[in-house]
């Protein structure tokens, strides 16, 4: 009961299976993810069970946080993406740079992203070096106080150019950090911009990291299939 408690109105595991918010999370990922801070609503408890409509309880989410919601289309399926568009926000990207509300966010060009190639990360986009996939890397400060890094590995591609978008009411616009490489907001055929009750929860931390080489009948493939280094990274 304790447990059940816990991942119901605290924190719930999940797994991140795609590469759409490289460098923050990667194909393997194991994360924390509050429940607390953005209230709750049938997508947040458990078998959709809330006897209530919409969203009750938390605060409004900021923007940069790392979220999960459930599908708007009624799929079932879980996404994970960045939120970066606020209710009554415009939100457009033009040659890649990002424009928030008329402003274009600080775009800085810093070291290249290097993510080892393994059987959870293949290169899927970016440059292979030395068993490594390397990536054209940048820094975006959103709100003037929160850092993110993104990925931006084909320059001119077709999610580098889109619409002007208004965020409406008791929605949010998301994007992954992998630009290039990403179901999100900026897709009209896609999900498009999100419904607050869709949330589920802000992804706070990575608790385990894997890379997909572990074998079950081999235990000594256990250990060093985990990534170490990725243990206990906030988001």
């Not at 078998?47 to 459930?70: E, I, K, N």
């Not at 929605?171 to 290039?180: A, E, S």
């Not at 179901?183 to 997909?212: K, W, Y």
């Amino acid at each position: 009961m304790l447990a059940l408690g816990i991942r119901t109105f605290i924190f719930e595991p999940f797994s991140i299976p795609s590469a759409s918010m490289q460098p923050s999370l990667l194909a393997g990922d194991y994360v924390l993810v509050a429940k607390y801070p953005y209230g709750y609503s049938q997508a947040s408890l458990p078998w959709r069970t809330a006897p209530f409509t919409g969203r009750r309880g938390g605060a409004l989410p900021d923007r940069g946080d790392v979220a999960v919601f459930t599908d708007p289309r009624g799929s079932g399926t879980n996404f994970v993406k960045r939120i970066i568009g606020l209710p009554g926000d415009t939100v457009q990207v033009r040659g890649g740079q990002l424009i928030l509300n008329g402003t274009p966010v600080p775009r800085t060009r810093i070291a290249d992203a290097v993510i080892p190639v393994t059987a959870l990360t293949p290169c899927d986009g970016g440059g292979v070096v030395a068993g490594d996939c390397v990536f054209p890397q940048y820094r975006e400060t959103l709100s003037g106080v929160r850092s993110i890094r993104v990925l931006d590995s084909q320059r001119g591609s077709t999610a580098d150019d889109t619409a002007l978008f208004t965020v409406p009411e008791n929605h949010l616009f998301v994007m992954g950090d992998n630009r290039d490489n990403s179901d999100d907001s900026r897709a009209r055929e896609g999900f498009g911009m999100i419904p607050m009750e869709t949330l589920v929860g802000r992804t706070d931390m990575i608790f385990l990291s894997v890379d997909g080489s572990a074998r079950f009948g081999a235990p000594s493939t256990w250990l060093s299939a985990i990534r170490w280094d990725r243990l206990g990274q906030r988001l």
